[in-house]
């Protein structure tokens, strides 16, 4: 499987960015992804995941409600809104895909792509 992120960059503080993750290689099935995100000096930080054969959604608690995954199967891509940014957003987004149990450890996941960066001026 390789992942292609894309749309990250320069945004001010309470706008919205879309990230994108293209899929090419095997088929998913009822593998999970998922996005996680790297700030400078921290850890990689579970942001939220999507079973890809049905869709279905979870988040770390706190990003609930300005975090939405969505995928399209049709097209092989999943993709990250991010509503009502904030300067703590910023970091580098990854995506990434393999388990077939949803999980928010990095371990979990076989498959990554080379990040895009978010930056969030305030």
């Known amino acids: 499987v390789q992942l292609v992120e894309s749309g990250g960059g320069l945004v001010q503080a309470g706008g919205s960015l879309r990230l994108s993750c293209a899929v090419s290689g095997r088929t998913l099935g009822g593998r999970f992804m998922a996005w996680f995100r790297q700030a400078d000096g921290l850890e990689r930080e579970f942001v939220g995941s999507i079973k890809w054969n049905d869709g279905g959604t979870f988040y770390q608690d706190p990003l609930k409600g300005r975090f939405t995954i969505s995928r399209d199967i049709a097209e092989n891509m999943m993709y990250l809104q991010i509503d009502s940014l904030k300067p703590e957003d910023t970091a580098v987004y990854y995506c990434?895909?393999?388990?077939?149990?949803?999980?928010?450890?990095?371990?979990?996941?076989?498959?990554w792509g080379q990040g895009t960066q978010v930056t969030v001026s305030s």
């Open positions: 990434a895909a393999g388990p077939s149990i949803g999980s928010g450890r990095p371990l979990k996941y076989a498959y």
